[in-house]
């Protein structure tokens, strides 16, 4: 007896041997068949959908789960467009915390300010508090002088610490409770669900960029245990939690996490994904690496500082049998990217290494066949179009604004891409995501890059199958079939069939997870 058959629906199963289907059967959690193969049999629960669209849950292969749900506490000085009502926000924080206390807010962005903020200024409403704004994009943020005076004289600056100086600032803050961590990951998740997503990869756990604590691991399996991880979750590694081991020659580890573990390990809802090693920066904060300056100014970004050469921590990573994702968001750190990828296949081949380029904001032409050959996948964030295209275009110019997140020019030369987010950074809703990718059309109305656009069933893939396979689950989600995971998207109108305008209105009526529903909507 099926545990649950779905009828009346219109299934898209993004499966191209079986494109179609009004009936699917759920059986312990997985697909048991569709249409004739489960029709005539008995089911626990019947659902009539109405008439109703079924997709494969959509995966979002990068997102921040912690910090989106921790996030969402924190005081916001969004939107940044004028210091003194940013200090006030500062200032009605600080009144709640006690004398020395670690004071976290979110929401800067210096493009509104015209500059940044300086340290002296957060001292006039801190109290003697320490205080810590996160930048947006996660690439920086503005501290007051509690803190900028416990660190080292060459890191310290007026205010903004970008990059690695600012890891160095978020080191010294107290670490967050497990309990603290735990929820934060449950309502970003539900937040997810709620929008479609029922699997993400967390993308750096570890990373002194986005540190919580030296056990964010421990979170997430505590949130498995308790019940609070409504959404399959694989975990990405930052290079920088790896530490030197001494192992036999033979196994080519030079650097590992505790034990060895590394791609593959787990199963069920938490598993170990990729090894996220950072090239760059990112573009909001104006430290993605490029190959020439950024419109009208002198600086091209910079590669990320760090104890190893970047080139070596990528190919030790692939000797080792990791799965790579490589943050590279500007030109010139695709390009290393790039080298380090091919020299590495070239020492040890490995055809399914399934390795991966996180962002591949800025892309040349003379890349994209580069891509390709070594067989990465671009993991890409249609949303940042959206949001940010008007300022990224500006900064590019003309001759670079149509090589900005591609789509086409990577389907074109047989690039796999794979949909996401990077949330809390922009919007996470892929059904928005979706219709950008079509449009390419920031909020403004410009159209960056036309000839990127690609079609609504190439965008569709990418957040399901070209998802999966970017997160190696290809055999068990990413398209409805006989004994894949029950995990689906119920949508009250077809993303094919809607002028692309409304796509991203659609409603996302329920999600399953294995056969269950989920409770879309919900707050903890």
């Known amino acids: 007896m099926l545990c649950a058959r779905i009828t009346n629906a219109n299934i898209v199963t993004m499966d191209p041997a079986r494109p179609a289907a009004r009936e699917l059967g759920i ?15 008995p089911a626990r629960r019947l659902l009539d959908l109405g008439g109703a669209t079924v997709l494969p849950g959509f995966i979002d292969s990068h997102v921040h789960l912690l910090w989106t749900g921790l996030g969402a506490r924190m005081p916001d000085v969004a939107p940044s467009a004028d210091p003194g009502a ?41 109290a003697g508090r320490k205080v810590l704004i996160g930048h947006i994009s996660g690439h920086g943020c503005v501290v007051n002088s509690a803190i900028m005076d416990l660190l080292p004289g060459p890191v310290r600056t007026e205010g903004f610490l970008a ?39 967390e993308a750096g756990l570890g990373s002194g960029l986005f540190a919580f604590s030296p056990i ?23 290079a920088d939690a790896l530490g030197p081991v001494d192992a036999a020659p033979g196994d080519t580890t030079s650097h590992a996490i505790g034990l060895g573990l590394r791609t593959g390990f787990g199963g069920g809802r938490l598993s170990l994904g990729a090894l996220k090693v950072f090239t760059d920066g990112g573009m909001m904060a104006r430290t993605a690496a490029l190959s020439s300056p950024y419109e009208g100014t002198d600086g091209a970004g910079r590669l990320q500082r760090t104890d190893r050469p970047l080139d070596e921590i990528i190919v030790q990573g692939h000797l080792a049998g990791w799965q790579l994702a490589v943050h590279a968001i500007g030109d010139r750190a695709v390009e290393l990217a790039l080298d380090a990828l091919e020299r590495a296949q070239r020492i040890r ?19 994209l066949p580069r891509f390709a ?13 959206r949001y940010f295209g008007d300022d990224y275009a500006a900064i590019m110019g003309e001759g670079r604004a149509p090589w900005l997140y591609r789509g086409r020019g990577f389907l074109d030369n047989g690039v ?13 809703a892929p059904l928005r995501a979706i219709q950008f990718m079509v449009e390419r059309t920031s909020l403004s109305g410009r159209v960056i890059g036309p ?12 957040y399901t199958l070209g998802a999966a396979h970017a997160c190696r689950w290809e055999e068990s989600a990413g398209s409805i079939a006989a004994g894949k995971r029950a995990d689906l998207v119920v949508l009250g109108d077809d993303p094919r069939r809607v002028s692309t305008s409304r796509i991203g209105e659609i409603e996302v009526v329920r999600t399953f997870l294995e056969g269950e529903e989920g409770e879309e909507g919900e707050e903890r």
């Open 373 to 385: 050959a070594v067989g990465a996948t671009a993991v890409i964030q249609p949303s940042f179009l």
């Open 163 to 201: 990059e690695e100086s600012m890891a160095r600032a978020r080191r010294l803050r107290p670490a967050h409770a497990l309990e603290e961590l735990a929820g934060a990951l449950e309502r970003a998740a539900l937040q997810c669900r709620a929008e479609g997503v029922t699997a993400c990869a």
């Open 349 to 367: 081949p490995r055809p399914d290494a399934r390795h991966r380029i996180e962002h591949a904001g800025l892309v040349r032409p003379d890349q």
């Open 86 to 126: 940013v200090l006030a926000v500062v200032a009605r924080a600080v009144a709640g915390a006690g004398p020395g206390d670690w004071v976290d807010l979110t929401g800067y962005d210096q493009r509104p300010l015209g500059r940044h903020l300086t340290a002296a200024e957060l001292d006039t409403v801190s």
């Open 27 to 41: 059986w312990r959690g997985r697909i048991a068949g569709l249409d004739e193969e489960v029709s005539a049999l």
């Open 451 to 462: 000839a990127e656009g690609i079609t609504v069933d190439e965008a569709l893939h990418a």
């Open 216 to 238: 964010e691991g421990a979170a997430c399996q505590l949130a498995l245990d308790t019940g609070r991880l409504p959404l399959r979750l694989q975990l990405m590694v930052a």
């Open 416 to 428: 796999r891409i794979a949909g996401s987010s990077d949330r809390p950074v922009a919007d996470g």
